[in-house]
């Protein structure tokens, strides 16, 4: 993503500002752990050996030389052939260190897919950016494109207590999953509505993700959405299509270059679909597209969740609801600067310019990711009893 730079906003008691990519990110979170007092809860779905990790595991054993409490959470599949010394000496300083469903028999079912950094329960950032050399760079001449938000207030406790409670899950076995519920429960209410944490997953409150998404699209009339893996409902696809009916606008932005091409096949797969509904499709050109972020109107989502099945129906995901206008605006901005660097997909060429084979190729993965893979998901979620 181009860099921009963007002032700071503020709603009541909450600041907030745009890391528009990696190098930004990994700055903020450095900074962050830094002037961190009293604890540090980092929770990642991927680590990768080599920067930024090694930067940032320095600064968290700066931070337990200190005096204080550092917790990391890494999702055990997302992060498979971590090598161990990168956190042994982390550990040895007085860290602390979990592997999120360890057990090989649970990774394929669901992952701890969340990204993100709490200290001092005030302070936060949360996106799509994961923790490996890949993120590093500006999205558009080095780096995948991605994006993330730093966010301090009340909210940041919510954060906080949803860390602990995936802490507490992590094992995935019986007293953890009892301990899990029980943090769950403890999670405080933030005052108002403006802004707002959304945590899905087994175990979180059912549908209540979803159900703020389709809420916020019945009403909206400006649509802005990045999605790295792009594969909504039926019901969300026809709430779009009931916003461009109604006379407003939704541009998408997906991944024209991927890390998952059955992900990308899948999601081409809906291409005319959308097109014919009205929605204008553009697909991000110079490097792979990581990124998440939805606005509507004046509301903002961002967080880790894609619009994909996994994420909304499978995997652990969180998101922050923003209903800041000028937070929703800058948001626009952003995304106008990455439609820059994006190629426009026509109605008219996608139903000329396809081969039957794609069209089948893209048929196949839509069904594997759509059925296969969460059917097989629930299985292995059963055998937890």
Not at 2 to 9: F, K, Q, R
Not at 60 to 68: E, K, Q
Not at 69 to 92: H, K
């Amino acid at each position: 993503m181009a860099v921009i730079e963007l002032p700071d906003c503020v709603l009541g008691e909450h600041s907030a500002r745009w890391l528009p990519d990696g190098d930004h990110a990994f700055a903020a979170m450095n900074v962050l752990i830094e002037a961190a007092s009293e604890s540090v809860c980092l929770e990642s779905y991927l680590v990768r050996a080599g920067e930024p990790a090694s930067s940032l595991v320095a600064a968290l054993r700066r931070a337990c030389a200190r005096g204080v409490r550092v917790r990391v959470l890494c999702d055990a599949f997302g992060s498979e052939g971590l090598p161990a010394e990168l956190f042994g000496r982390l550990i040895a300083a007085g860290g602390e260190l979990r592997l999120f469903s360890p057990a090989r028999r649970l990774r394929l079912a669901f992952r701890d897919h969340r990204k993100l950094l709490v200290c001092d329960a005030r302070r936060a950032i949360v996106g799509g950016i994961n923790i490996g050399p890949e993120y590093l760079g500006d999205g558009v001449r080095r780096g995948w494109c991605d994006l993330a938000l730093q966010i301090e207030g009340p909210i940041a406790g919510a954060l906080a207590a949803g860390f602990a409670a995936m802490y507490a899950l992590a094992p995935v076995t019986g007293a953890a999953i009892r301990e899990f519920r029980r943090a769950a429960r403890r999670i405080p209410a933030v005052p108002g509505t403006a802004v707002s944490l959304l945590q899905s997953g087994p175990g979180w409150p059912v549908g209540r993700l979803w159900r703020a998404l389709r809420a916020d699209l019945s009403q909206a009339r400006d649509v802005h959405c990045m999605s790295a893996y792009f594969l909504p409902p039926r019901r969300m696809r026809q709430s779009l299509r009931r916003v461009t009916q109604a006379g407003g606008s939704v541009q998408l932005l997906l991944a024209g270059r991927t890390d998952v091409p059955v992900a990308r096949y899948a999601a081409e797969h809906l291409y005319a679909r959308m097109l014919a509904g009205g929605a204008r499709l553009f697909e991000y050109q110079p490097q792979i597209l990581h990124g998440k972020l939805l606005i509507m109107d004046d509301t903002v989502y961002i967080g880790s969740c894609n619009l994909d099945r996994r994420s909304l129906n499978i995997n652990y995901e969180l998101l922050l609801r923003l209903q800041w206008p000028q937070l929703a605006a800058q948001g626009r901005t952003l995304f106008a600067a990455s439609l820059a660097h994006s190629r426009e997909v026509a109605a008219s060429h996608w139903r000329s310019g396809r081969h039957w084979w794609e069209r089948l190729r893209a048929r196949a993965a839509y069904w594997l990711l759509t059925r296969i893979d969460p059917l097989l998901a629930r299985r292995r979620l059963r055998s937890l009893g």
